[in-house]
């Protein structure tokens, strides 16, 4: 497969009347955003607004951020499964508008959802306070189920960045990137003498605001399953999950996989990388032996002298991460696992809640439970008050009087997010 992203630089947002790219502005119509989004079954009300970076602007509770793009050529246009027919996806040219992201808020379904600052000290801790955000606030239909609500929002946000993506069709793209990998006989046999790498990328799996998609699959539904690095850099997974939101894996984080582009530097020179194996993050004690287990299979079966395993969320996934490891480790293959830490507010309690003899090399991507203390905002879209409902927040976190919040890294969307395209992020080389 080959898989050309044609980067068009946008540097600034306006309104207009048209979707346009105009040097490094992006053009948005207004009216025909909205008129479309309000066609997804489920929505009474859409709001349309457009954040910076650099404006004391805050953005809650934030639920997703998509990176608007369209496919100019090959298969698996849009979101392959969700809003288009399923068809392979990662082979062919996309535009992308880089520098451009589609947050969604609204009326929260639970509780674990987060905020984006756009200046001042949060802006340090999530990657989103760097992107121009078209902000779509969404209200529902009075009584839809809890599932029909989170998916209702998710579809909203997708289609967004598919409407804005047009864009980016005919616009002039400022730089390419290209990720190319044959099959595994062939990549073995052009560099025999590099190691075989597999990336693990482990999902939560978990129910209602705890879900992962791959095709439109809920990973819930999934046994470990082999895919091309490039079908996740193309659209093929998104994100369902609302939960702690500094490590939530946003779908623009899905379309960004640092490790994934990391391991696409490496490879041919250092090592020899094999695939992706996306491994469902379950919550009885027989599905995470079947998926480690299952994991680990694979892992043997591809080739792999070296495993690297990223997580999702923290918690009771620790586990499901450490006992991949130790399986990897004694069939052979040494393993690296990227975790974050819920270290508590002083930093001092034990990081993860599991822990292995052999996971011996552990990349950290920052304590969750780290405080931060944020300014007031000139201009808030969504509600601040929604903070003591969100986890890393909690009743009082939101001074009315003087307009301040405090909360911890728990509340701030991809602050310490475990792939990587995010502030804390440590390079694999």
Known sequence: MKLELQNV?????????????VGEKLIIDKELLREKLLKV??????????????????????????????????????????????EPCGDGVVKVLKGA???????????????????????????FSKTCNIVVDITPEAGLHPHEHEATCRL??????????????????????????????????????????????????????????AYGVNTSQILPTIIHP????????ISGNCVAACDKITTYQHQNNK????????????????????????????GKLRVCDYTAKLCKLLGAEGVIISEEGYGNPDSDLVMICSRCEKMGMKTVLITDECSGWDGMSQPLTDTAA???????????????????????????????????GWAGAYNPEDGTMKCELNAVIGATSEIGYHNATVELY
């Not at 630089?9 to 790219?21: A, H, N, R, S």
């Not at 946000?157 to 730089?175: D, F, W």
């Not at 991507?365 to 509600?383: C, I, M, P, Q, Y």
């Open 101 to 127: 992201a589609v947050v969604t808020i609204g009326d929260i379904v639970g509780f674990q959802e987060g905020v984006i600052d756009m200046w001042g000290e949060g802006a340090k801790w999530t990657p």
């Open 156 to 213: 909203v946000g997708l289609r967004a960045s598919e409407l804005i993506g047009e864009a980016a069709r005919e616009a002039e793209a400022q730089e390419s990137e290209v990720y190319e990998l044959e099959d595994n006989h062939a990549e073995r046999k052009k560099y025999p003498d590099l190691p075989g790498v597999v990336y693990v990328e482990m999902l939560i799996s978990q129910g209602l605001l705890h879900d992962g998609y």
């Open 358 to 392: 052999e996971a011996v090399a552990v990349i950290s991507t920052g304590n969750v439970s780290h405080v931060v203390e944020l300014e007031k905002a000139d201009r808030v879209l969504g509600d601040s008050e929604a903070i003591a409902n969100l986890a890393g």
């Open 230 to 237: 490039n079908e996740e850099l193309d659209n093929a997974i």
């Open 259 to 286: 490790v994934i582009k990391d391991l696409f530097k490496l490879h041919g020179k250092e090592i020899n990388f094999l695939g992706v194996i996306l491994a469902p993050e379950m919550t009885t004690l027989d």
């Open 41 to 86: 079954p489920g929505v009474k009300e859409i709001k349309i607004d457009l954040a910076k970076p650099g404006e004391k602007c805050r953005i809650i509770p934030v639920k997703d951020v998509i990176e608007p793009r369209v496919k100019v050529e090959g298969k698996g246009k849009g979101f392959p499964g969700v809003t288009a027919e399923v």
């Open 9 to 21: 630089k946008i540097t600034d947002l306006e309104f207009g009347p048209k979707m346009d790219v």
